[in-house]
């Protein structure tokens, strides 16, 4: 009996092993195939057409659920039959997933032959030197790069992102050999922090380099983008058609520290990024301007800003610290920072630490509300004076008549309180696109500073400014 049991058991043990092996097999493959295709495909058309933002992660989860339920369902089909089957052919089983993954593999470790990979562009710079950015070459393209007399080929590729680049980089520089080309080797990983000397190597190239080069990384997207970025700051006059295609931080919803913030007017409100993260959206020519809020109230706060505007900088991409603490929110602070930044170039990037705080709200809110309200109309919409920015999305001022209340709406403001004790005539007589609320109540207002945009009335100023926190 305890050797039936024990048998029993081994097996359970090899069938959830082979359960999860064929899994991640088929996952991968499964994946592979919707990332080259459908996934691709459905994205692309959702940013043409102009879809938000959470249309494109509920398409993405919904793929991501679909690939999980699907390879789930294969693997348990297959090892279900696997171990219920006494033919000897049952091993085809294992063997045809398992070639599958050999071959998606295969693609992976070949960039010639992968989907999406970019076109090869011209950017021409000045008459001395010029740079055609791309993707990998295969040993074909290298010697036609040779006969085109390009100078030399730039390689972004990184030994330590295995197993696929070492493999490729080897590959090159016996192509790069045979065909009589050099290869200059600027490698850039996602963790950017390690990519100073490639950079200066670049730098100087351009200071001084004569000729065609071409620049490729694995597929002619981030990282060439970046460097693109680097010969731009070195005042090179770059020919910026046909540019390698780069990601935008529309094309993402959520980085390691929280979800991300579309603001409006090509705004995002962001968490710290990771290196990779900060690579792939930030540095690979979508942002042209980075905006720091992270504090200095801690001394590791005041070392990632000081670490962040090296690295920016590096990159020759334009950073500016504007301390903010979310924990003491300052709503007459946080005014002149907005005021300041409105100017500033788009897209534009603005950082802390994390978005899971509960303060982000505000902060979102208010940063909303300054470019979708009209401001200096609706603070003289009554005459000088008359109406008060309480905070960036709360305005408190006179009763308005219908017409000031079709100016309000015109203005940007979605929500009108009437703060009295008195009879709301408002909801009577109401021909403004305005949802008009009656309260009557002392308690705290604070909810407001999470949404929408608001004009408050019926009351003193000094008594509205008592129902908030802040």
Not at 237 to 266: C, M
Not at 415 to 426: D, G, H, I, R, T
Request: hydrophobic share 40%.
């Amino acid at each position: 009996m305890n050797l039936l049991k024990k048998q029993v058991a081994v097996n359970s043990v090899q069938f959830y092993l082979l359960f999860f092996y064929l899994g991640g097999v088929i996952g991968f493959v499964l994946g592979s195939v919707l990332f080259w295709g459908p996934i691709r495909w459905t994205i692309e058309y959702l940013q043409e057409e102009g879809a938000p933002d959470k249309a494109e992660s509920f398409i993405i989860k919904v793929f991501i659920v679909v690939i999980l339920l699907i390879s789930a369902a294969i693997s348990f089909f297959i090892s279900k039959r696997y171990w219920e089957s006494e033919k000897q052919s049952k091993r085809w089983m294992i063997f045809f997933p398992t070639f599958f993954f050999a071959a998606v593999i295969f693609l992976w470790m070949n960039p010639q032959y992968t989907p999406g990979r970019s076109e090869r562009s011209e950017n021409i710079s000045l008459a001395r030197i010029s740079f055609v950015f791309g993707p990998y070459p295969s040993k074909e393209q290298i010697f036609q790069l040779k006969k085109e007399n390009y100078a030399g080929i730039i390689s972004l590729l990184h030994p330590a992102v295995v197993p696929f680049e070492p493999k490729l980089i080897f590959e090159e520089d016996a192509a790069a050999h045979d065909a009589g080309i050099e290869i200059i080797h600027t490698p850039m990983l996602p963790w950017v922090s390690q990519n100073i000397a490639s950079i200066e190597t670049i730098k100087k190239l351009v200071a001084v380099g004569k000729g065609k080069y071409y620049v490729h990384c694995y597929l002619g997207k981030d990282r060439v983008n970046v460097v693109k970025r680097i010969i731009e700051s070195q005042n090179v006059a770059v020919d910026a058609t046909n540019v390698s295609t780069y990601r935008t931080l529309n094309e993402i919803n959520k980085f390691a520290e929280g979800p991300l913030f579309y603001l409006g007017k090509a705004v995002h409100l962001l968490p710290h990024p990771t290196e990779e993260e900060c690579l792939g959206y930030l540095l690979s020519g979508y942002v042209r301007q980075v905006v720091s809020l992270i504090d200095d109230e801690t001394f590791e706060n005041r070392e990632l800003s000081k670490k962040d505007s090296l690295l920016y900088s590096s990159y020759a991409l334009k950073y500016l610290h504007y301390p903010f603490n979310l924990k003491k929110f300052n709503y007459e602070r946080l005014s002149v920072l907005l005021d300041s930044i409105k100017t500033l170039p788009k897209p534009l990037a603005l950082i802390i630490k994390t978005t899971t705080q509960a303060e982000t709200g505000m902060l979102v809110q208010a940063i909303q509300a300054t470019y979708s309200i009209n401001k200096f109309d609706i603070l003289n919409l009554f005459g000088s004076g008359e109406i008060v920015q309480l905070y960036p999305n709360i305005y408190f001022g006179p009763e308005p008549t219908t017409p000031q209340r079709k100016e309000l709406s015109s203005h940007g403001i979605q929500n009108l309180v009437f703060l009295s004790a008195k009879e709301n005539y408002f909801q009577k007589d109401n021909e403004s696109n305005l949802v008009i609320y009656s309260l009557r109540t002392k308690r705290k207002l604070d909810s407001l500073l999470f949404n929408g945009a608001w004009y408050l009335c019926g009351t003193t100023l000094d008594q509205t400014r008592k129902l908030f926190s802040y």
